[in-house]
């Protein structure tokens, strides 16, 4: 089992940028798992933003975000970033990185369904 960790979240004014950060806690084990950023605002359910296969060449977006967002991955530390920029109000959400095991390198998920493992999440908060 990997455990991950996120950082970076904090307050912003609407156009700023962030930069998140994931570890994981194996990593000798973290270049086999397909990875994944997922946003949950209040009151609605968890919804896909980002994600980057086992090698990180292939990666995927969410229609709100794509253009803004920009995800990418380290596996020499271990580590997936999501860099956001451009940020709304809409954006405001605590943003959860995930891992998922079984896919082949070239592969990324959307669905929440399909990860294993799940970090506690950071809070982004963008002002008006």
């Known amino acids: 089992q990997v455990q991950l960790v996120e950082s970076g979240g904090g307050l912003v004014q609407a156009g700023g940028s962030l930069r998140l950060s994931c570890a994981a806690s194996?990593?000798?084990?973290?270049?086999?798992?397909?990875m994944g950023w997922f946003r949950q605002a209040p009151g609605k359910e968890r919804e896909f933003v980002a994600a980057?296969?086992?090698?990180?060449?292939?990666?995927g977006y969410a229609d709100s975000v794509r253009g803004r967002f920009a995800v990418s991955r380290d596996n020499g530390k271990a580590s997936v970033y999501l860099q956001i920029n451009s940020l709304k109000p809409e954006d405001t959400a605590v943003y959860y990185c995930?891992?998922?095991?079984?896919?082949?390198?070239?592969?990324?998920?959307?669905?929440?369904?399909?990860?294993?493992?799940w970090g506690q999440g950071t809070q982004v908060t963008v002002s008006s």
């Open positions: 995930a891992a998922a095991w079984g896919y082949s390198d070239r592969q990324y998920r959307t669905n929440r369904d399909e990860y294993n493992y």
């Open positions: 194996l990593p000798s084990s973290f270049r086999f798992y397909a």
């Open positions: 980057v296969s086992r090698s990180g060449t292939s990666t």
